[in-house]
Nanobody, 124 residues
Framework: QVQLVETGGGLVQPGGSLRLSCSAS????????IGWFRQAPGKEREGVAA????????YYKDPVKGRFTISRDKAKNTVYLQMNSLKPEDTAIYYC?????????????????WGQGTQVTVSS
């Protein structure tokens, strides 16, 4: 089982930026597809960005395209989610997830291993 840890959440004003980090200890994330997901109060968990297990292709859901960037730093064994131009509707708990089988996915059901989440609040 992969132990994932998300950091970097916080309170930010609309239009601001945050960078979330997803790290793992004891194993390399290089061979895993990584997804970033979020869950707002009263809503289902949804995928927002993913980076593929091979070649590091990236994928985004429409609401975050052009504002969020997912990237992988192999030397630090960390996957980042850079979030710019944040909006109040981006407020949620953000989770990273890993899977060694799919090439990439934004489906919750494809990921067996999850972090504990980090709160992102966008408010003035």
């Amino acid at each position: 089982q992969v132990q994932l840890v998300e950091t970097g959440g916080g309170l930010v004003q609309p239009g601001g930026s945050l960078r979330l980090s997803c790290s793992a200890s004891g194993l390399s994330l290089d061979s895993y597809a990584i997804g970033w997901f979020r869950q707002a109060p009263g809503k289902e968990r949804e995928g927002v960005a993913a980076i593929s297990r091979t070649d590091d292709y990236t994928y985004y859901k429409d609401p975050v395209k052009g504002r969020f960037t997912i990237s992988r730093d192999k030397a630090k064994n960390t996957v980042y989610l850079q979030m710019n131009s944040l909006k109040p509707e981006d407020t949620a708990i953000y989770y990273c997830a890993a899977d060694a089988d799919v090439i990439w996915s934004l489906a919750v059901s494809d990921y067996p291993d999850w972090g504990q989440g980090t709160q992102v609040t966008v408010s003035s």
